[in-house]
């Protein structure tokens, strides 16, 4: 018997989900901005079962945070014939366009998804974006903050639990992801903001005061424990009382900074505890608010992103576009641009 021989080319494309040397067998193929990502890997999770059930199939590729390795793949997956693309970019504001622009070449459907692209990126009929509004979570943490400091307040003080001199004024550290990331710069700027506006409609002397500068940690758990490290350090006087995160790794990765210094222990004293606050809501995060080391947090909703891809994918896989993308279903857009919006909700486990 002779054996059936498969070109080389094959073999690695087969790996990939293709047909030998060009053509997608599959319906989709979708780009992960990093897999380690604790809420990214949640919606990959639930988009498994979405894509499912509405008979989507796709291949999955993992960017791991670096725009030139998910660049290449892009290409790549151009190059053998993909039939959709589903984006969650490295670098949303940068690479939106040009990946939209590529699609429309190939006349092919486009998704971004979790990660704000331009308005200019969904111009082409046959893109969309699905994601959050990215200033919401900020003023969502801004009114979780302050809900805890005007608990059992008096006309000088904040929360006896929180404002631990009693002076009325929360000195806080922001860690925070990259400059220029929308969810980023909606999280550091409205957290803040919203929470001294409801502060001072109770009192026009209460307020936030920063420790520091902004601490960059890019949504990363070590790099933010890092970051945590330093300002307990520079932090002498021990003035710190609220710790504000862009997203649960980076609080947690502060949490586990903190307990190295012996606050923040499950189910620790209120002296030996700060306020922290993160954004996701993820299972992690709701064991450390479950164990009172974190307050609370701002659910993002995994599942909602994903059921919204599948559907949109579908009628994407049917030929639909424009309005079409979201016929059948509950979805809405974002004004005159093709945005779905997932809302958030605040979590803190009460």
Excluded at 270 to 288: E, P
Excluded at 319 to 343: A, C, Q
Aim: glycine letters at 8%.
């Amino acid at each position: 018997m002779k054996r059936r021989l498969i070109p080389i080319c094959a073999l690695g494309l087969i790996a990939l989900g293709v047909t030998a040397c060009g053509g997608s067998k599959t319906d989709a193929d979708v780009f992960i901005y990093k897999y380690n990502d604790t809420y990214i890997a949640s919606v990959r999770e639930a988009l498994k079962t979405e894509m499912e059930a509405v008979g989507v199939t796709y291949n999955e590729n993992d960017g791991a945070g670096d725009q030139s390795r998910q660049t290449d793949q892009i290409n790549t997956a151009l190059a053998n014939g993909s039939k959709m693309l589903i984006v969650n970019a490295v670098e949303q504001n940068s690479v939106g366009e040009t990946i939209m622009h590529q699609a429309e070449e190939k006349d092919i459907p486009v998704i971004f998804f979790n990660r704000e692209v331009k308005d200019a990126a969904v111009a082409y009929e046959k893109s969309c974006f699905i994601g959050t509004d990215p200033d919401e979570a900020g003023y969502m943490q801004g009114e979780m903050i302050a809900k805890a400091l005007l608990e059992n307040h008096t006309d000088t003080a904040l929360n006896p639990e929180w404002d631990k001199d009693g002076d009325g004024k929360i000195t806080y550290v922001m860690i925070r992801a990259n400059v220029g990331n929308a969810e980023a710069d909606g999280r550091t700027t409205y957290s803040v903001e919203e929470c001294n506006r409801l502060l001072k409609e109770a009192n026009p002397s209460f307020t936030l005061e920063q420790f520091g500068e902004d601490y960059q940690a890019e949504w990363d758990k070590a790099k933010a424990k890092e970051a945590m490290d330093n300002a307990w350090t520079a932090d002498t006087g021990r003035t710190i009382e609220l710790v504000i995160a862009n997203n649960d790794d980076m609080a947690i990765g502060a949490i586990e900074s903190l307990v190295s210094h012996g606050y923040n222990e499950a189910n620790s004293d209120a002296t030996k505890k700060l306020l922290v606050v993160g954004v996701d809501a993820t299972a992690s995060a709701q064991t450390y608010i479950a164990n009172e080391q974190m307050y609370g947090s701002i659910k993002q909703d995994a599942v909602g992103m994903a059921k919204a891809i599948a559907a949109v994918a579908k009628n994407a896989k049917d030929g639909k576009s424009g309005d079409g993308l979201i016929e059948g279903t509950s979805y809405k857009w974002d004004g005159d641009v093709r945005k779905i919006r997932i809302p958030y909700q605040i979590y803190t486990g009460k």
